[in-house]
Each structure stands twice: as C-alpha cells, then as structure tokens.
T-cell receptor, first 116, second 113 residues
Framework: DAGITQSPRHKVTETGTPVTLRCHQTENHRYMYWYRQDPGHGLRLIHYSYGVKDTDKGEVSDGYSVSRSKTEDFLLTLESATSSQTSVYFC???????????????FGEGSRLTVL | AQSVTQLGSHVSVSEGALVLLRCNYSSSVPPYLFWYVQYPNQGLQLLLKYTSAATLVKGINGFEAEFKKSETSFHLTKPSAHMSDAAEYFCAIRGDNNNDMRFGAGTRLTVKP
C-alpha cells in the first residue's frame, strides 16, 4: 500500500471556523491532489500540487486553499467552513501524470468533515 | 473538456452472473481512461487503465474493459460476480491539462447471493 496518511480522519466543526486537513506521504511522489467526494458527483478535484510550493486550482477550488512546503506534506485549508463543505476529502498522490504512460493515482483513506 | 459519464448509479447482479458497468467518455484527444474501485470506508484503488496500447485491458480481480472509439465507451466487465465485488466503481479520464484525473459519478455494485 502507498504510504499516504490523512489527518484527521473525522472532524465535526461549526460554520465559520477554520479547518485544516493534512496529507502526508512517504513515497516521495511529485504530484499531490485533494479531491472531495459527494453522492452523485463522484470525486471532484479541489487543488493539486506538482512540486514544493507549486500548486494549481481544480474544478471546485472556491473556499479552499492549499500549501505544500515539503514534498511529503500537502495541507488543505477551509478558511471559514460552510455547510456545503460537508464532505469526504481524499488526498491522492502520483509520481507522474505528464508522461506518455499516465501515472496511477494512489489514494489515502479519506477525511470525513461535517460542518454544522 | 475531458469527461466521463457512468450510466446507472446502482447495478445489482446475482452471484455468478455477468457484471457490466457502463462508462462513456468525451475527449478532444486520444483519451487515457481508468477504472477505480472503492470499498466501504476506504480510498480508491486502480482496477485497470487504458493507454492506447491495446483496446482490451485486463485488470485485477478478473475485471476487464474494452475501449471502443466508435462508441466512445470504456465499459467494465467481469464474467462471474463474486460477493467480494460489491463496491463502488468509478470511471476516470485524464484531464485536459494532463495534470489531473476527472471522475464519473460512480456506480454502486450490489451482489446478491
């Protein structure tokens, strides 16, 4: 199994509070991703990183920010959580997706966030 | 834009029956396509991937998928369902900028004894 650890695994918070989810990898993979999973929508990309301090937006980035100060850590921050951000968040890593043979994504076990 | 559509949010089969999960894609370039499986309370794991080397792709656990350009399809099949196949299955396509993966809405497979 790929060495990906997400924390916390479960969190309940109130509307308007800041929340940070952490993804830690031990694989030294270049690419890291944050997805959210919601019924009927599958997984939607929030942000991704292609290197230390290099990040870009995905399709549902509003209300989220990310940081990557070290290869192994990718943080997802909700500056002011809203009920619409209640979801299961998955971190994924990939060695390379910019090649003729696209890389596989390896997923963490998810972080379930409830915003009341 | 690259996208995939999964037909049927729920599929139920009897143990031993054929499994067929449908995925159609939209792509302006030759696509790279994937099937992932998610067991309860776990992350996703790769079943198989199509990268243009062969149109029939074999994956883990007896699953396979056939790429059909004329039908823009990449359906997942397994000849004989097992109880352990009960899970949610996601079709995915490499995104426009080659940096991400776009997923379908998922199909939940139930296997009846």
């Amino acid at each position: 199994d790929a060495g990906i650890t997400q924390s916390p695994r479960h969190k309940v918070t109130e509307t308007g509070t800041p929340v940070t989810l952490r993804c830690h990898q031990t694989e030294n993979h270049r690419y890291m991703y944050w997805y959210r999973q919601d019924p009927g929508h599958g997984l939607r990309l929030i942000h991704y990183s292609y290197g230390v301090k290099d990040t870009d937006k995905g399709e549902v980035s509003d209300g989220y920010s990310v940081s990557r100060s070290k290869t192994e850590d990718f943080l997802l921050t909700l500056e002011s959580a809203t009920s619409s951000q209640t979801s299961v968040y998955f971190c994924a890593i990939s060695e390379s997706i910019r090649t003729a043979m696209p890389g596989e994504l390896f997923f963490g076990e998810g972080s379930r966030l409830t915003v009341l | 834009a690259q996208s995939v559509t999964q037909l049927g949010s729920h599929v139920s089969v009897s143990e031993g029956a054929l499994v067929l999960l449908r995925c159609n894609y939209s792509s302006s370039v030759p696509p790279y396509l994937f099937w992932y499986v998610q067991y309860p309370n776990q992350g996703l794991q790769l079943l198989l991937k199509y990268t243009s080397a062969a149109t029939l792709v074999k994956g883990i656990n007896g699953f396979e998928a056939e790429f059909k350009k004329s039908e823009t399809s990449f359906h997942l099949t397994k000849p004989s369902a097992h109880m352990s196949d009960a899970a949610e299955y996601f079709c995915a396509i490499r995104g426009d900028n080659n940096n991400d993966m776009r997923f379908g809405a998922g199909t939940r497979l139930t296997v009846k004894p």
